[in-house]
């Protein structure tokens, strides 16, 4: 039983839910006045189904949020047996400098950052290898990304994701400064060879590319200002547009200032946040609260 599936369990109790788990752990069966819901993995059934397959497909939630002109990062979906001077005319307009990622995958597992034709194609055959189809999209320089969580036409939680940057100060190893900046995560890996320089005093590493908080990234609360705002308004109108009833809505902020959708998530994951933020625990397990009582709801 992962840590999410404690609290749903929680919930439950203190809510008179009967609540089992099956498949592997990765069904939740809730059972209240004769009346069975489920939840699969992280999705509580809130959103219809058609809906759930299009935000869990990178490439469709790209091509829907494009026909409303609304902001959203650029995909290119490829499948197997692909036509490769097509992908390669594609790539020409980045000059190669692309991201290749499951197109349907979550939490940045399988995602690469290529600069040559031939590091694409590699992880272009690499990934298709585990996913049946990829996306590749241009690689963005963002200053910040942003996560809302959705539920009934309001922001639930909003949070930006600091990537795992450290300044040396002369003394401490790499491994130090990123167990300073994310105990949570990096005390648990190892000490590679890597990580054991020590930093001179004002040097800046960067430990990965990516923004996820399965991946070393931490949360962080936004104070109120114009982007805040932007991005707040931005991930409204995406939600009331497609009939978005729960989910979380991942929005980048370029170098540049612009604000696009990266990524909509049907499934709520609250567990890396929980776990790193002060009160983390008791804000998702108010949101989780709130999604299961409405499966209960008189339909």
Request: negative net charge.
């Amino acid at each position: 039983m992962n840590e999410m599936q404690k609290l749903i369990e929680e919930i439950c109790m203190e809510e008179d839910i009967s609540f089992h788990l099956v498949s592997k752990n990765w069904i939740m069966i809730l059972e209240k006045n004769d009346k069975t819901r489920l939840i699969a993995g992280y999705k509580f059934g809130l959103n219809d189904h058609a809906l759930g397959l299009v935000c869990d497909d990178k490439y469709a939630m790209y091509d829907v949020l494009k026909n409303y002109h609304l902001p959203v990062a650029e995909h290119y979906i490829i499948f197997p047996n692909y036509n490769e001077e097509q992908v390669e005319e594609y790539a020409k307009k980045y000059q190669y400098h692309l991201v290749v990622k499951p197109n349907e995958g979550t939490c940045g597992k399988d995602t690469y950052q290529v600069h040559t034709k031939e590091e694409l194609f590699e992880k272009i055959d690499k990934t298709l290898k585990k996913s049946y189809s990829i996306s590749i999209s241009p690689f963005y320089e963002i200053k910040n990304e942003y996560r809302s969580i959705i539920y009934k036409d309001k922001i639930e939680l909003f949070y930006g994701k600091q990537r795992p940057i450290v300044e040396g100060d002369g003394e401490k190893t790499i491994y130090e400064l990123l167990c300073d900046f994310n105990p949570k995560y990096f005390e648990k890996k190892k000490e590679d060879e890597n990580l054991k320089r020590i930093l001179e005093k004002g040097e800046i590493y960067e430990y990965g590319w990516q923004h996820n908080l399965s991946r070393g990234a931490i949360p962080f609360y936004v104070e109120e200002n114009e982007t805040k705002q932007k991005i707040e308004e931005l991930a409204l109108k995406v939600a009331k547009r497609l009939n978005i009833k729960f989910a979380s809505i991942d929005i980048i902020e370029l170098t540049n200032g612009e604000i696009m959708v990266l990524e909509i998530n049907s499934g709520v994951m609250m567990e890396n946040f929980a776990k790193i933020m002060e009160n983390g625990k008791e804000i998702a397990k108010k949101i989780y609260r709130k999604a299961i009582l409405d499966l209960f709801e008189e339909k």
